[in-house]
């Protein structure tokens, strides 16, 4: 507290709440947080959650402003868990079938610079639904039925940094909220000892908050299964203050704030660090945890992960599969929001048929393994998880070498959906008989997140966060809900 509120409390003592303590012993709040920043250094979490101050404005309550929220109307799913391909795939080597394509490959095709390149991988059949799956994903193919695949899905600017933040942001350019951000805004976090929104790597871009209040920016976690946790989760326990101790630090300061908030006025930057503070304390008791995968068996491992003894599995199968196996946990433990950006790239702009075969080994076994897991733990009906990156790429190459690629391609990408409220065995969208260009039910990247909306239960119009005089929200003027794959 300033000089000003200790001159107040030496001349009014009964004013105040902490009369009863000798007026000598008060000094300045920042004074209070130097001198007691070794103490606090293990809980801030500012570098964690890339705290920005906090909605001032906001009505104050004791229920905090990730406390649990209703959606707009009953929601089909609870959570979300994203799987980020990034480096952009190719829709006709994974997702959408052309035997066109292959029929034309190496010749010249109406429409298109260079030649066809027919894809080097095989598509069947599978499940019930008989939607055709590329051979690379056989253990995907199996949970067929509880997807929906996107085959129409575009964007306008095909460039990796654009069109990944258009993606995860709603915005090609201006610093707009992420997903993970307007759904915890929206929704609030089930578990106040955690995080509402974790991503586990990827760019600072896909987990910011901008103008939102700074408590709903994603709290990220270089998550590896070959380090030590206290390295993972770095500066949340305190080495020098018992739990107790620091629970009445942080009353204590919180008294202190809210003394000089009513007298003389209220500090952005104190307020949000304070509640940095409170949310590591509370992280203490259970995020280290949510983050220990060897509390899972081994069966359970290995089907996320590969074998665990015997031959190390790649690298990329190894690192994928922990990460979903920590995502279904997390979820598990209430947090609303996962954002996992996937080890591998699926950047290939040449060897399409040893890059899009490595990619795809890395995430096939760990993806299913997470449809099954949830499933099996009665979680997949309120779980959404999403697959898919930044754009599509090219149906044609410049030729040239034994060993082609594929460029960008905005016009036609591909994703799919499963759980929470997907109508599972279905396709939606169709491009045209090459696999370059949307011709059916196009989805643009604001229909995807109005649609990821719905399924939480929200009116995309109606998610708005007032800024600069302004009404903002994640779809901006657009987006329309794609009801088809909703059951």
Known sequence: MSSFSQSRLAVNPDSSPLAHLDSAAFFSRRDFLTRN???????????????????????????????????????????????????????????????????EDGKKIPGYE???????????????????????????????????????????????????????????????????????????????????????????????????????????????????????????????????????????????????????QRDSQLEARIEAFEIAYKMQTEATE???????????????????????????????????????RLVERGVRFVQVACSGSWDHHENIAKGVKDAATGIDGPAAALLQDLRERGLLDSTLVIWGGEFGRTVTTSGGGATPGRDHNG?????????????GGTTYGETDEFGGKVVKDPVHIHDLHATILALLGFDHTKLTYTYNGREFRLTDNFGNVVKEIIA
């Open 411 to 423: 016009k036609a990408m591909v994703g799919w959906m499963a759980g929470g409220g997907v109508k």
């Open 114 to 264: 260079g030649v066809a390149f027919g894809s080097p991988f095989k598509f069947a059949k599978a499940g019930k639904s008989g939607v055709e799956v590329c051979e690379i994903f056989p253990e995907l193919a199996k949970h067929i039925d509880e997807m929906a695949v996107i085959r129409s899905l575009f964007t306008e600017i095909p460039d990796h940094q654009i069109a990944a933040k258009m993606l995860m942001t709603g915005s090609p350019q201006l610093p707009k909220p992420s997903l993970g951000s307007w759904l915890t805004y929206g929704l609030g976090s089930v578990n106040q000892n955690m995080p509402g929104f974790v991503s586990l790597g990827g760019d600072s871009s896909f987990r910011q908050c901008a103008f939102l209040p700074g408590i709903y920016q994603g709290c990220n976690v270089n998550y590896s299964p070959t380090a030590p946790l206290s390295s993972v989760l770095a500066n949340i326990r305190s080495e020098f203050s018992t739990l107790d101790r620091q629970r009445r630090q942080l009353d204590f300061v919180a008294a202190s704030n809210k003394e000089h908030a009513a007298t003389l």
């Open 290 to 328: 949510a983050f220990d995968i060897s509390k899972e068996s081994e069966a359970v491992r290995e089907r996320y992960m590969g074998p665990l003894t015997g031959m190390s599995p790649a690298p990329t199968l190894r690192a994928n599969g922990s990460k979903l196996l920590v995502a279904r």
């Open 37 to 103: 920043c070794l103490g606090f250094g293990g809980l801030s979490l500012a570098s964690l959650f890339g705290i920005n101050p906090f909605d001032l404005n906001a009505a104050p309550g004791a229920a905090g402003p990730l406390a649990p929220k209703a959606p707009h109307f009953p929601a089909k799913a609870k959570a979300v868990i994203q799987i980020f391909a990034g480096g952009a795939p190719s829709t006709v080597d994974t997702w959408d079938p052309k035997a066109e394509l292959s029929k």
